[in-house]
């Protein structure tokens, strides 16, 4: 009996043997390359990528839990007893959002508030720094304050803010918030306005981490 096919299909065999090696190596190192692409291009929390991020921005932030509506009509600005105010669930609902944000290590340039009890405690409780209270922030909603003087105050003292500063946070209210932005949050969201675009966009806990700046 010939042996002539196996001499005839032996080299074939190596040679699909090589072929099929040459493409595992080539897929491999596709591969390699590509998850090293990703890597370069996906964001990463380090400080280089991320000091700055908030620069240049004012985060608004709706207060904590208060149940409720509105507020009473014996309501006194001095007086936290005739107010709507945060429960033990609001209160602990600031503390975790003021230790989100230590831990991400933003540096806030100023932290504002509104006079009402419910927006200076929340601030207060964050425990980023010192809380300035201002009454550009003040709830409109019942007319405990008047809208259009409220909202230019607040107007004017944005358009004072430096474009390339540091972050700074303002504790208000719904009403005012909405105003500005355009952006409806509940109690604890914020929403972020871009000083150099005039641009508004919800902006939740999850944006901050690993930030450095």
């Known amino acids: 009996m010939s042996n002539h096919p196996q001499h005839t299909t032996a080299p074939f065999a190596r040679w699909l043997w090589l072929v099929r090696r040459n493409v595992r190596v080539r897929w491999a190192f596709a591969l390699v390359v590509a998850c090293f692409s990703l890597l370069l291009l996906s964001p990463v929390s380090s400080a280089q990528a991320d000091a700055g991020r908030f620069d240049g921005r004012v985060i608004f932030m709706r207060h904590a839990l208060a149940p409720g509506f509105g507020d009473p009509d014996n309501f006194d600005i001095k007086d936290c007893s005739t107010q709507r105010n945060l429960d033990e669930t609001g209160r602990q609902q600031a503390r975790a959002i003021g230790k989100r944000l230590r831990e991400s290590g933003i540096k806030f340039g100023a932290i504002y508030s509104s006079y009402w009890c419910r927006c200076l405690e929340t601030a207060q409780l964050l425990g980023l720094g010192p809380v ?12 405990y304050a008047p809208r259009q003087e409220t909202l230019a105050k607040l107007k004017d003292e944005i358009a004072s803010l430096p474009k390339d500063g540091k972050p700074i946070l303002m504790v208000t209210h719904f009403v005012t918030i909405s105003a500005i932005t355009g952006l409806g949050v509940n109690s604890g969201e914020m929403a972020m306005l871009d000083l150099e675009t005039g641009n508004s966009r919800a902006i939740s806990l999850a944006a901050f981490g690993g930030v450095t700046n």
């Open 132 to 143: 300035r209270p201002f009454s550009g922030l003040n709830s409109f909603f019942q007319s």
